[in-house]
C-alpha cells in the first residue's frame, strides 16, 4: 500500500548530489548505498527543523557518506521514489536535489559501516540508480 500525506502530496526529502572533478577534468558522481534494499542512490533523507533545505541535503552527505564540501543554494532538480517503510508499505517521496561539489571525504562518519560508497562516471550513475527521475537528473545535471 502507498501512503501519501493526508493532503494527497507526496513526502518531501532533501538529497546532496555529490560530485567532483578527477585530474582528467571528467566528473564524477559518489553514490551510496541504502541501508535496506543496497540499491544505488544518492544521499537524502528528511527536511531538518532549524536548517534550510540544502544545509539539511548536505548534512545527510556528511552522515551518510563523510562528504564536505560546497553545496548549491538552489535545488538543481527533483524526482519522486518509493520508500518502504519498516512494516513493507510504501510512501511516496519527492526529493528536491542540491549539488555538492565535494572537497573532503572522511574515512570516519556515522553511517560508515552501514554502507557502501562508489564513485561513478554519470552515464554510469545513471545506469546504476533504478530511480528514472534520479536517472535523468544525473544526465541533465552532468550535461551542464
Not at 585530474?23 to 541501508?35: A, C, F, N, P, Q
Request: net charge positive; hydrophobic share 40%; with cysteine.
Amino acid at each position: 500500500m502507498t501512503v501519501l500525506e493526508e493532503d494527497g502530496e507526496p513526502r518531501r526529502q532533501v538529497g546532496a548530489l555529490p560530485f567532483r572533478h578527477g585530474r582528467d577534468g571528467k566528473t564524477k558522481i559518489l553514490l551510496v548505498t541504502s541501508r535496506e534494499s543496497r540499491r544505488w542512490v544518492i544521499p537524502k533523507g528528511w527536511p531538518m527543523k532549524g536548517r534550510k533545505p540544502f544545509e539539511a541535503a548536505a548534512r545527510e552527505a556528511y552522515e551518510e557518506a563523510g562528504l564536505r564540501g560546497a553545496v548549491g543554494k538552489r535545488p538543481i532538480g527533483l524526482y519522486l521514489y518509493r520508500k518502504r517503510l519498516r512494516n513493507l508499505d510504501t510512501v511516496l517521496c519527492q526529493v528536491k536535489v542540491f549539488p555538492l561539489e565535494v572537497r573532503k571525504q572522511l574515512k570516519h562518519f556515522p553511517e560508515a559501516r552501514q554502507r557502501e560508497l562508489r564513485w561513478f562516471t554519470p552515464s554510469d550513475a545513471a545506469e546504476a540508480v533504478s530511480e528514472p527521475g534520479l536517472a535523468a537528473l544525473i544526465r541533465a545535471a552532468s550535461r551542464t
